[in-house]
């Protein structure tokens, strides 16, 4: 059988991408710079992340919250994950694969590894946590295709698709795929969930919901040790509480500046502001099945009213790029899309030509979220000056995402994220309306599907490419919602703090991480 074969510690990675990620980091001109001195690395100590993502528990099974998912990636291992950058893969618990040149069959060699209690991971541990990600009633199930999944031997792993599948790396990667222990995990949901036996670089010392989850170098890590010994993950949901035990040397690291004190955090020697992209579109969602918004020439209204330039200068603060796309910028972004301009006129006649019956459209601002709700007020006054009828409603953020999932609303301010660096991961979520429903938009447009469905299947880029550009061309002109920002990862640190930085997919590699005292 020919094979293309894949070996250890090689990046699937686009160097052009790569160099983008590199200008973008360094806008600030200062992120990490000890990522490119390891050799002078030291070893020890603790360092304190203050973050506002409480996480709900650390079962990659079973939660989908971002605070929890990214404490997961510390401490649970998958088959292949994210390299450095986010933008490719690398090999982890399989230190090698190869594809069958029909692309049907992927055969994985495990390398030797152990759980963070000594035990060795199994090829039955493999199969089982394997099981478990691609359970059609999971959280993330849909994300696999059709499959066997068979132990050739006691570290060789053979899945065998019906049908091309070239995402499935991306998949394999994904937190939901990480590998536990069978045994553990079987004899004590409710343990694993704030405790897991796992294979990452760290492990769980302690963790209280609402507090602090605490984890501590693994011993039994197979690849290089941790630097630090411990990291402490305070929940601190207050912007104002993050900043203030920054400035006070309470905290060496805090997640997720308020974008209204970043600048002049940045303009202060002792510290350092981290600006790094992210797989992160924040944007309008809109509920097709509600009329009006069930209206094709509301939506684009909505889109020609927008007054983008004058969000991302008063609500993101400058933070960010005006988007041309209905998703993040991922693996297959097609910059020739052309972007919805500001123009009052087109859409006072898109309104006065689509019978619009002066319905009131809700916007949904989650309650303390400022950019949220600076958003929704300058988009109010350009929607407001074209002739539509425009409320702006507050909830708490649990309340809000509620009738997000009942599909009870008009219109949210929000925002997504990818866990992959592959464009079918949201492209399926968003657009596909088989796979979730047009993710709470009802968007269902055949012809997308069938793109999204025939990309998944080919095995060169550039033509996946060219469908994906289709996809984003007509699902954003199709107005599925009304982009605001490829909004960036904003983070700070002590200047003491080396090797810190975001990953585009949102964890962070706190293995490399080191402090300079």
């Not at 509480?241 to 905290?251: A, E, V």
């Not at 002739?387 to 995402?401: H, K, Q, R, S």
């Not at 002109?477 to 990953?503: C, E, R």
């Amino acid at each position: 059988m020919n094979v293309t074969k894949v070996g250890v510690r090689v990046n699937v990675v686009a160097a052009v991408i790569v160099g983008i990620i590199i200008s973008f980091i360094t806008i600030s001109g200062l992120i990490s710079p000890g990522i490119a001195f390891a050799a002078d690395a030291k070893s020890g100590g603790t360092l304190v992340f203050a973050r506002p993502e409480e996480p709900l528990g650390l079962n990659g099974f079973k939660i989908s919250d971002n605070g929890s998912i990214w404490a997961i990636e510390q401490i649970c291992d998958s088959l292949i994950e994210p390299d450095d950058s986010g933008y490719g893969l690398r090999p982890a618990l399989a230190e090698s694969w190869e594809i069958s040149d029909d692309g049907l069959v992927y055969t994985f060699h495990l390398r030797d590894a152990k759980f963070n209690t000594g035990e060795p991971v199994t090829i039955e541990d493999v199969l089982f946590s394997l099981d478990k990600a691609a359970d059609p009633e999971g959280y993330l199930g849909f994300v696999f295709p059709p499959m066997k999944r068979e132990a050739i031997d006691s570290k060789t792993l053979r899945m065998t698709l019906e049908a091309p599948f070239t995402p499935l790396l991306s998949a394999v990667s994904l937190f939901a795929a990480h590998i536990v222990d069978k045994e553990s995990y079987e004899a004590d949901e409710d343990s694993f969930m704030v405790n897991p036996v796992c294979s990452g670089p760290f492990k769980v010392e302690s963790f209280e919901r609402g507090n602090s989850l605490d984890i501590v170098r693994n011993e039994h890590y197979w690849d290089r040790q941790s630097y630090l010994d411990k990291v402490e993950m305070p929940y601190v949901p207050e912007s104002n509480s993050r900043i203030l035990g920054l400035k006070n040397g309470d905290y060496d690291v805090i997640n997720v500046v308020p974008l209204n004190q970043a600048k002049a955090l940045d303009a202060d020697p002792g510290f350092i502001l981290e600006v790094s992209p992210a797989f992160r579109l924040d944007y309008v969602y809109l509920n097709h099945a509600r009329p009006p918004l069930d209206n094709k020439d509301i939506r684009l209204a909505l889109n020609y009213a927008a007054n983008r330039e004058a969000v991302l200068a008063v609500a993101f603060h400058g933070f960010g790029t005006i988007p041309n796309s209905y998703m993040p910028i991922v693996s297959h972004h097609c910059d020739s899309v052309e972007a919805i301009p500001y123009d009052l006129e087109k859409a006072r006649e898109l309104v006065a030509n689509s019978g619009y019956d002066g319905t009131v459209i809700e916007v949904i601002a989650a309650s303390g979220d400022s950019v949220a709700r600076q958003a929704a007020q300058i988009l109010q006054q350009g929607w407001q000056e074209v002739g539509l009828n425009i409320e702006i409603v507050e909830f708490d953020m649990g309340t809000a995402y509620g009738k997000l999932e009942e599909g009870d609303f008009f219109s949210m301010v929000s925002y997504i994220t990818s866990d992959t660096n592959d464009t079918d991961f949201l492209a399926g979520i968003q657009a596909d309306h088989e796979v979730f429903g047009g993710f709470f938009s009802s968007y269902n447009n055949t012809q997308v599907t069938e793109w999204i469905q025939a990309a998944a299947k080919l095995s060169d880029s550039a033509a996946r490419a060219d469908l994906y550009c289709k996809v984003q061309q007509q699902v954003y002109w199709d107005g599925y919602s009304v982009p605001l920002n490829f909004k960036p990862f904003v983070n700070a640190h002590q200047t003491d703090v080396i090797g810190f930085h975001n990953s585009v997919t949102g964890p962070w590699w706190l293995k490399d991480v080191w402090l300079d005292r």
